[in-house]
């Protein structure tokens, strides 16, 4: 029985180490780079404290083999994928987990002046011209979900000039109490914020931001954080998609156009009710993925997925962090904490032990399990469900 994993972020690589539980699988990861890349510390790699690299061999089972190479079709009804060497790979289930990127921006000159940060290409292309640049240059980060906040507090706390233009709302998920002491780290580390009606960018040039309300920042480097796109692999393989672009499943991670697929991370919209892009969602339902082809092969009843979020922890360079906190289903509170260096530290320990339970699960397959529950999403479902008919799959 032969399983494909196309995608080695922290969702599929969690998925192939869950299925070497059965010896008779053959698992296969597919992957671009040959070594993992830790996406919650690109922007360390610009800043130049981390390189956000961790070999594989460090977090996979061994009995995974990785092939490193781009799908770039996947044929369903032969059940095979073709690679971008021209190559071609049969599979009996296929775990799809491709992850997500920066949506391309349409923003006049964006494409080609602002610097992209949301794959390990993006950052090593902005490195060196982030290090060449005058240490008085103005840096411009655009876009203040918690990839611009980290990006601006890091670079900013190098002695950098950077403004964070946030569009109308600085962190649009934190909670307005978070918010504003996010808001004061900020500024105490010498950033910038543009935010408000008028703070929309509608232009970029080689030296300057242009925003809505008519004002030109001027940008020596620019970088850009707006926006989470994913592949269109799915699309392209006449798969059922989301309006993102993510594969519509049921509530076992099954594709609702075939129960040989199965999706797992960002790129997955179970019930078109998505969790919210992040490794603390990926890290969950990866091995869920993995258990729906373990009972199908079993023939067993996959189980729905069940993942719930604690909230969100924000680095604000490496000397302060802030943990917002929320209800399992993503709901934010209005408790939060915030510190310098406990919760540095604290943010450390959480991507370290990302890596660390990622490797666990190579040597332990089956160790971990969802972390929480949201008890709410069946509720949403079901009142869903009275307007329009639940989206579900076919059984093996």
């Known amino acids: 029985m032969t ?33 993992f890349v830790e996406r919650i510390r690109l922007h360390q790699l610009v800043g130049g404290s981390d390189d956000a690299v961790v070999d594989y061999q460090e977090i996979l089972a061994r009995r995974v083999g990785l092939v490193v190479d781009t799908v770039t079709l996947i044929d369903t009804a032969e059940r095979r994928v073709t690679l971008a060497s021209d190559n071609a790979l049969d599979y009996d289930y296929l775990v799809y987990a491709v992850g997500s990127a920066s949506a391309e921006p349409t923003v006049p000159g964006a494409a080609q002046y602002a610097y992209p940060i949301s794959t390990l290409e993006d950052a090593q292309r902005l490195r060196p011209v ?55 780290r900020l500024v105490k580390l010498g950033v910038t914020l543009i935010e408000g009606p008028g703070a929309t960018v509608t232009g970029v040039t080689r030296d300057a931001v242009q925003l809505a309300d008519g004002r030109d920042l001027p ?11 994913v592949p269109d692999l799915a699309a392209r393989s006449g798969l059922t998609t989301d309006a993102v672009g993510r594969l519509l499943t049921d509530e076992t991670l099954t594709s609702v156009d075939d129960p040989r697929v199965i999706a797992a991370g960002d790129s997955a919209a179970p ?24 009972s199908r092969l079993a023939g067993k009843q996959p189980a729905r997925f069940d993942a719930g979020l604690f909230g969100q922890c924000i680095s604000l360079g490496r000397g302060g962090g802030v943990v917002q906190y929320a209800r399992r289903d993503d709901t934010v509170t209005g408790v939060f904490i915030l510190g310098s260096r406990s919760m540095a530290m604290l943010k450390e320990g959480v991507c370290k032990s990302t890596v660390w339970q990622l490797s666990q ?13 949201d008890r709410r999403r069946p509720n949403v479902l079901r009142a869903r469900a009275q307007e329009t008919p639940e989206v579900t799959g076919q059984p093996a």
């Open 130 to 184: 982030f290090a060449a640049a005058a240490a008085s240059a103005p840096v411009t980060v655009v876009g203040a979900g918690s990839t611009g906040i980290e990006t601006a507090s890091e670079l900013a706390e190098l002695g950098r000039k950077v403004t964070l233009v946030c569009g109308r709302t600085l962190g649009a998920y934190l909670h307005p109490r978070t918010r504003r002491a996010v808001s004061a």
């Open 271 to 294: 019930s078109n009710l998505p969790v919210r892009m992040s490794c603390q969602s990926a890290m969950q339902i990866g091995p869920q993925a993995a258990q729906t082809v373990l």
């Open 219 to 229: 940008s020596a480097v620019t970088i850009w954080t707006a926006g989470f796109g």
């Open 361 to 373: 699960e190579a040597r332990r397959p089956g160790k971990f399990n969802p972390w929480f529950k």
């Open 3 to 35: 399983c494909i994993v196309i995608g080695g972020g922290y969702a599929g690589v969690m998925a192939a180490n869950r299925l070497t539980q059965r010896a008779d699988v053959s698992v296969t990861l597919i992957n671009p780079r040959p070594s």
